[in-house]
C-alpha cells in the first residue's frame, strides 16, 4: 500500500435560499449567521481528526457548500490561521472557496485573495436571467458576468465557472450561448454539468418540462468540440481546464486519494499504511447537531470492506479522461490488479475501456454508472 496526497474539505452548510434542484447538505439561513461560533467547531473538529494524520502533509484545501462566501473574509482568514497551527500545508497548497454570484458575494473576494484563498469557484449556472429565474437562482446574469470580472481585477487567475444545461425548456442555442459567454470571458477552468434531477428536491416533486435526449445529445455533442476548439482540455466527465488550472483537490478525490472532512455532512477517506485499511468517517448533516458540544468524542469511522473497495475506486477513477495505471489500483487499495482484471477484460471487448490503463473509451463515460455496477 502507498499513500496517496492528502486534502481538506470544509463544508458551509447554509444558503440565503434553498435551489429547488439541489440535494447538497445546505439549509436556508433564517437567522443571523454565526460565523465565529462555526469556524470555532469546524478548528475543534479538524483537531479531533489530527490523531489520524502521522505527519501527513495537505497538499489542497476546498471550501464547499452551502454558500461559503456568506462567511467574511475575516472568518475564512481566522480559519486559514487555525489550519496551520493545526496540521501543516505544503508549499504551494491549493486552496478554493466556492462563491455565489450577487453584490455582497463580489466585494468580498478581495478579502478572500489576502485570506489566502488562490482558487475561486464561482456559481454562474447560466448567463441568462430567464434561465436563472427557472433555476430558482437569486442572482442575475449581469451579476454572473460582474462577479468574474470582480474576481480578476482583485488579482484571482485560478478560477472556475460552474455551469448547467439541460435547464427547463432549454433550447441547444441557449445552452451554447452559456458556454460560449464563459469561454469569452476567457476563465481558465469551467465545471459544464447537465442539471439531473435529485430525489427529494423540489424539483424531484415537480419537475419541469426538460430538454429530449436529442436535444441533449446535440448540446453536449457540440459543447465538447466548442471546449475543444478554444483549447480547454476535458479531464473529467464534467471538468474543462486551460493547461496547469486543472482543479488539484477534486483530481485527488478522482485519483482516490485521502481526505479529511470537517463541517456539518462532510465525509472523509484516510488509508493507514500501518494497518492496511482505509478508514471512512462523517459528520452530523444538520447544523444544529454539528454545531453540539462533545459533537466529535466518538470516533465515528469504519473500515471500507475489502470487497466494497474496487467499486469505490473505480466510481471515481473512471470519471477521469485519462485514468489511471494499475499500479495506482494496486497501491490506493491495497489489493492486486487480479481482482477486476475480468471486469476489465470484459468491457474491453466491448469497446468500453481502453487498452492497458484504467480508463474508459469515450462511449464507455456513456455507460460510467453501469460498469461500475459491475464491480459492485
Ligand atoms: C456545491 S454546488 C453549489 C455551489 C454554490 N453554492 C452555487 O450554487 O453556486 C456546486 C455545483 O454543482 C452543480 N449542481 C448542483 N446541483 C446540481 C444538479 N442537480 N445537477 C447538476 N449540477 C448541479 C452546480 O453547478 C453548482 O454550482
Ligand atoms: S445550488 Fe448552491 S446556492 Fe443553491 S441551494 Fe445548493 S448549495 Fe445553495
Known amino acids: 500500500m502507498r499513500l496517496p496526497p492528502l486534502s481538506l474539505y470544509i463544508h458551509f452548510p447554509?444558503?440565503?435560499?434553498?435551489?429547488?434542484?439541489?440535494?447538497?447538505?445546505?439549509?436556508?439561513?433564517?437567522?443571523?449567521?454565526?460565523?465565529?461560533?462555526?469556524?470555532?467547531?469546524?478548528?475543534?473538529?479538524?483537531?479531533?481528526?489530527?490523531?489520524?494524520?502521522?505527519?501527513?502533509?495537505?497538499?489542497?484545501?476546498?471550501?464547499?457548500?452551502?454558500?461559503?462566501?456568506?462567511?467574511?473574509?475575516?472568518?475564512?482568514e481566522r480559519l486559514l490561521v487555525g489550519i496551520k497551527q493545526i496540521v501543516t500545508l505544503t508549499e504551494n497548497v491549493e486552496i478554493t472557496l466556492e462563491a455565489n454570484p450577487g453584490s455582497v458575494e463580489s466585494s468580498k473576494f478581495s478579502g478572500y485573495l489576502a485570506a489566502g484563498i488562490n482558487r475561486l469557484s464561482i456559481g454562474i449556472q447560466s448567463f441568462q436571467d430567464q434561465k436563472l429565474q427557472s433555476l430558482g437562482r437569486i442572482h442575475t446574469g449581469r451579476e454572473a458576468y460582474e462577479a468574474y470580472a470582480i474576481a480578476r481585477q482583485c488579482g484571482f487567475e485560478n478560477i472556475n465557472l460552474d455551469l448547467m444545461h439541460g435547464l427547463p425548456n432549454q433550447s441547444v442555442h441557449d445552452a451554447l450561448f452559456d458556454l460560449r459567454e464563459a469561454i469569452n470571458l476567457n476563465v481558465n477552468h469551467i465545471s459544464w454539468y447537465q442539471l439531473t434531477i435529485e430525489p427529494k428536491t423540489i424539483f424531484a416533486r415537480n419537475t419541469p418540462l426538460l430538454p429530449n435526449d436529442l436535444i441533449l445529445g446535440d448540446i453536449e455533442q457540440k459543447g465538447l468540440a466548442m471546449l475543444h476548439d478554444a483549447t480547454y482540455a476535458r479531464y473529467e466527465i464534467s471538468a474543462y481546464a486551460r493547461q496547469g488550472f486543472e482543479c488539484r483537490h477534486n483530481i485527488n478525490y478522482w485519483k482516490f486519494g485521502d481526505y479529511l472532512g470537517i463541517g456539518a455532512g462532510a465525509h472523509g477517506k484516510i488509508s493507514e499504511t500501518h494497518t492496511g485499511q482505509i478508514f471512512r468517517s462523517s459528520r452530523p448533516r444538520q447544523p444544529r447537531l454539528y454545531l453540539r458540544k462533545n459533537a466529535f468524542k466518538a470516533l465515528n469511522r469504519t473500515a471500507v470492506l475489502e470487497?466494497?473497495?474496487?467499486?469505490?475506486?473505480?466510481?471515481?477513477?473512471?470519471?477521469?479522461?485519462?485514468?489511471?495505471?494499475?499500479?495506482?489500483?494496486?497501491?490506493?487499495?491495497?489489493?492486486?490488479?487480479?481482482?477486476?482484471?475480468?471486469?476489465?477484460?470484459?468491457?474491453?471487448?466491448?469497446?468500453?475501456?481502453?487498452?492497458?490503463?484504467i480508463a474508459l473509451t469515450q462511449n464507455g463515460l456513456r455507460h460510467l454508472d453501469s460498469i461500475v455496477a459491475h464491480f459492485l
Open 307 to 357: 470487497a466494497d473497495r474496487a467499486a469505490e475506486f473505480l466510481m471515481n477513477t473512471l470519471r477521469l479522461i485519462a485514468g489511471v495505471d494499475f499500479d495506482t489500483y494496486e497501491d490506493y487499495t491495497n489489493m492486486s490488479i487480479n481482482t477486476i482484471q475480468e471486469g476489465v477484460k470484459h468491457f474491453q471487448n466491448l469497446g468500453l475501456w481502453q487498452d492497458n490503463k
Open 14 to 76: 447554509w444558503c440565503e435560499q434553498k435551489c429547488p434542484y439541489c440535494d447538497f447538505n445546505s439549509h436556508e439561513l433564517n437567522q443571523p449567521l454565526e460565523e465565529t461560533v462555526y469556524i470555532d467547531q469546524l478548528l475543534i473538529d479538524l483537531s479531533s481528526q489530527h490523531c489520524f494524520l502521522f505527519g501527513r502533509t495537505v497538499s489542497s484545501i476546498f471550501m464547499g457548500g452551502g454558500t461559503p462566501s456568506l462567511f467574511s473574509p475575516e472568518s475564512i
